[in-house]
């Protein structure tokens, strides 16, 4: 799955380890899986658990992960993801398929979701994990998965009596027993094979936004100012700065908060406007994907500023191959780049684009309550 979305800390669940265990699978903040690591499986000698790196890292691009990470080598699949059904999913989910190999599918941190959504006034914990599971099943039926329901999972590895860790755990001991009784199964003619596969085949307050706007519109060059004093009177000279003035209180300057799917764009325009998530005219929040198009929002101190909140990146209805023209990428003046589990190649693109565009960003690492809270539980 894609990287930060808690692969590592399932690895330890599954297993009965905590993350701080000697011999539990390695967890931290920042990337940390950097090659495909097996672990014993606690009651099935002979099974292997793979912690796999993340897909979507500058490390791991997409276009190289399969290969990279010997994707064909392994039997069965955990997908998991934390916040959004991205589009590396829907790229895992077929190379499976393809494979003619199955999967389930994993939404971990759940304990974190139900905690944010708890914020909310309207709050009901079984609404919101039956939104959630709804949201994932809907998006592998969009995905071309067959016969999903049975592959969708909420977990949380660290609080494993709650959701669905006990339901992962008993589909992959079933699936762990059906994959060694297809392995004891005595051979059979390619023929006969063959007709079994046709029979079943389908910041700062303002500096940096005086700084923005100073730099968008007041274009005077103070050695053209100097010509102009020398060849007209100083009342024609004065009479044009006053107007370059007056632009600089007019100008209007364009915010894109961006970054990829689920990273806490909405959340962060709500804080730099001094809003909650849940009061009125605040950008819309939730524990699913919920920005579908550019949605622009006043600045509360410059009346001339518009914080725009822009779609995900990555997910199958925001590509990264055609992001930049579906938001209108050129039309802004500045940008925050959100990330709140990795630095992935879609930050990379996003920041490669603002500099061809000679326009300036700032990367933000959101959620940083929640990692905190999380490297607190260590000795």
């Given at each position: 799955?894609?990287?930060?979305?808690?692969?590592?800390?399932l690895?330890n669940?599954?297993?009965g380890?905590?993350?701080?265990h000697?011999?539990a699978?390695?967890?931290?903040?920042?990337?940390?899986?950097?090659e495909?690591?097996?672990?014993p499986?606690?009651t099935f000698?002979?099974v292997?658990i793979?912690d796999?790196?993340?897909?979507?890292?500058?490390?791991?691009?997409?276009?190289?992960?399969?290969?990279?990470?010997?994707?064909s080598?392994?039997?069965?699949?955990?997908?998991v993801?934390?916040?959004?059904?991205?589009?590396?999913?829907?790229?895992?989910s077929?190379?499976?398929?393809k494979?003619?190999?199955?999967?389930c599918y994993?939404?971990?941190?759940?304990?974190?979701?139900?905690?944010?959504?708890?914020?909310?006034?309207?709050?009901?914990?079984?609404a919101?994990?039956?939104?959630?599971?709804k949201?994932?099943?809907?998006?592998?039926?969009?995905?071309?998965?067959?016969?999903?329901?049975s592959?969708?999972?909420?977990?949380s590895?660290l609080?494993?009596e709650?959701?669905?860790?006990?339901?992962?755990?008993?589909i992959l001991e079933?699936?762990?027993?059906?994959?060694?009784?297809?392995?004891?199964?005595?051979?059979?003619?390619?023929?006969?094979?063959?007709k079994?596969?046709?029979?079943?085949?389908?910041?700062?307050?303002?500096s940096?936004?005086?700084?923005?706007?100073?730099q968008?519109?007041?274009?005077?060059?103070?050695?053209?100012?100097?010509d102009?004093?020398?060849?007209?009177?100083?009342?024609?000279?004065?009479?044009?700065?006053?107007?370059e003035?007056n632009?600089l209180?007019?100008?209007?300057?364009?915010?894109?908060?961006?970054?990829?799917?689920g990273?806490?764009?909405?959340?962060?325009?709500?804080?730099l406007?001094?809003?909650?998530?849940?009061e009125e005219?605040a950008?819309e929040?939730?524990?699913?994907?919920?920005?579908?198009?550019?949605?622009?929002?006043?600045?509360?101190?410059?009346q001339?500023?518009?914080?725009?909140?822009?779609?995900?990146?990555?997910?199958?209805?925001?590509?990264?191959?055609?992001?930049l023209e579906k938001?209108?990428?050129n039309?802004?003046?500045?940008?925050?780049?959100?990330g709140?589990?990795?630095?992935?190649?879609?930050?990379?693109?996003?920041?490669?684009?603002i500099?061809?565009m000679?326009?300036?960003?700032?990367?933000?690492?959101?959620?940083?309550?929640?990692?905190?809270?999380?490297?607190?539980r260590?000795p």
């Amino acid at each position: 799955g894609v990287t930060g979305a808690g692969k590592s800390s399932l690895v330890n669940a599954l297993r009965g380890l905590s993350d701080f265990h000697e011999e539990a699978a390695q967890t931290d903040v920042i990337e940390g899986t950097m090659e495909p690591m097996g672990y014993p499986h606690p009651t099935f000698p002979n099974v292997i658990i793979w912690d796999l790196p993340g897909i979507g890292t500058p490390n791991f691009k997409a276009v190289e992960y399969l290969e990279r990470v010997n994707y064909s080598q392994y039997d069965f699949f955990i997908i998991v993801a934390s916040n959004r059904f991205t589009a590396y999913d829907t790229q895992l989910s077929h190379e499976i398929q393809k494979m003619k190999k199955r999967f389930c599918y994993v939404r971990s941190k759940m304990d974190i979701a139900i905690t944010n959504e708890k914020l909310n006034p309207d709050f009901n914990e079984e609404a919101t994990l039956q939104k959630i599971r709804k949201y994932c099943l809907d998006n592998l039926v969009e995905a071309g998965i067959a016969s999903p329901l049975s592959q969708v999972y909420l977990v949380s590895s660290l609080y494993r009596e709650k959701y669905d860790f006990h339901l992962l755990q008993r589909i992959l001991e079933d699936e762990i027993e059906a994959l060694r009784r297809r392995l004891l199964r005595p051979a059979v003619p390619p023929d006969s094979e063959k007709k079994r596969d046709d029979e079943s085949a389908k910041l700062s307050k303002g500096s940096w936004i005086h700084f923005i706007i100073f730099q968008k519109i007041f274009k005077i060059d103070l050695a053209k100012l100097r010509d102009a004093l020398m060849e007209r009177n100083l009342e024609e000279v004065t009479e044009e700065i006053r107007q370059e003035l007056n632009e600089l209180q007019n100008v209007k300057l364009d915010i894109a908060i961006t970054g990829v799917s689920g990273a806490g764009k909405s959340s962060l325009v709500n804080a730099l406007r001094g809003m909650t998530d849940y009061e009125e005219g605040a950008a819309e929040v939730g524990v699913t994907q919920t920005t579908m198009e550019c949605h622009a929002y006043p600045h509360l101190l410059f009346q001339n500023v518009t914080i725009w909140d822009l779609p995900g990146i990555g997910t199958p209805e925001f590509r990264p191959k055609d992001y930049l023209e579906k938001v209108c990428f050129n039309r802004y003046d500045f940008f925050l780049i959100v990330g709140s589990e990795r630095f992935t190649e879609n930050d990379v693109l996003l920041a490669h684009e603002i500099k061809k565009m000679k326009k300036k960003f700032y990367f933000v690492r959101s959620k940083m309550d929640d990692s905190i809270a999380a490297e607190s539980r260590k000795p």
